[in-house]
């Protein structure tokens, strides 16, 4: 049973257990989020749903890229699903339960997915994990505000038609350490690319961060 005491701390991230894992890539995070600010990127939705193709686990890196373009403070149901091949869902809830303070993940397994709930600061969060492919499953889903990927280049080179499929479902945003298409693809599918600093480049695996935005009319 949590304490009533328990429940009432505030679910932060534990950004000393981030820093050990991340190093500077933690500083360039707090970068990003500054430049997001500045070029008023900014989600206001009460419901957001984020797409994110697994990273052998890596739950941190998609939470701060929440953080930077979310007001957490504010209440918003969020849903992060996240598709990978591996059996991750009780390695996932370990993960939370280090990288925010107070947490007390639940788990609750279906028959298709597992579902880890947890709060982070006012924000209500899913992480909907999803034992598939996600080149494939990429098919069956509906669209999402915002797509994110971590070292996941290799694997969509295999399917040259996913690029497209992310800039055709994605709603708001897209981060990825790899760009996701040239430039000319970008702008006919109704994106924009936010100039970023040759450091803030260096988030990720592949070093060549980029973030795109949808345009709106």
Do not use: W
Not at 1 to 22: A, D, G, P, R, T
Not at 100 to 117: A, G, H, M, Q, V
Not at 118 to 140: E, G, H, P, V
């Amino acid at each position: 049973m949590i304490s009533l005491f328990n429940f009432l701390k505030k679910k932060e991230l534990n950004l000393k257990e981030i820093k050990k894992e991340l190093g500077k890539e933690f500083i360039l995070y707090k970068r990003l989020k500054r430049k997001l600010n500045q070029e008023n990127i900014k989600l206001n939705k009460k419901n957001i749903s984020i797409f994110n193709p697994g990273s052998e686990a890596d739950i941190i890196s998609p939470l701060l890229v929440l953080d930077a373009c979310v007001d957490l403070k504010e209440e918003h149901n969020i849903l992060l699903c996240f598709v990978d091949l591996k059996d991750l869902d009780i390695v996932i809830r370990e993960r939370i339960k280090k990288t925010i303070l107070n947490s007390s993940p639940k788990l609750n397994i279906k028959e298709n997915y597992t579902d880890i709930r947890f709060k982070l600061k006012n924000s209500d969060i899913t992480i909907r994990y999803i034992k598939k492919d996600a080149l494939r499953f990429i098919d069956k889903m509906d669209c999402f505000d915002i797509y994110f990927e971590r070292a996941f280049d290799i694997i969509r080179s295999d399917d040259k038609e996913y690029p497209q499929k992310i800039l055709k479902k994605t709603n708001h945003i897209i981060f990825s350490d790899k760009p996701i298409a040239n430039d000319t693809i970008i702008r006919k599918s109704g994106f924009k690319k936010i100039k970023l600093s040759k450091n803030l480049k260096n988030i990720g695996f592949y070093k060549e961060f980029s973030v795109l935005t949808r345009i709106t009319t």
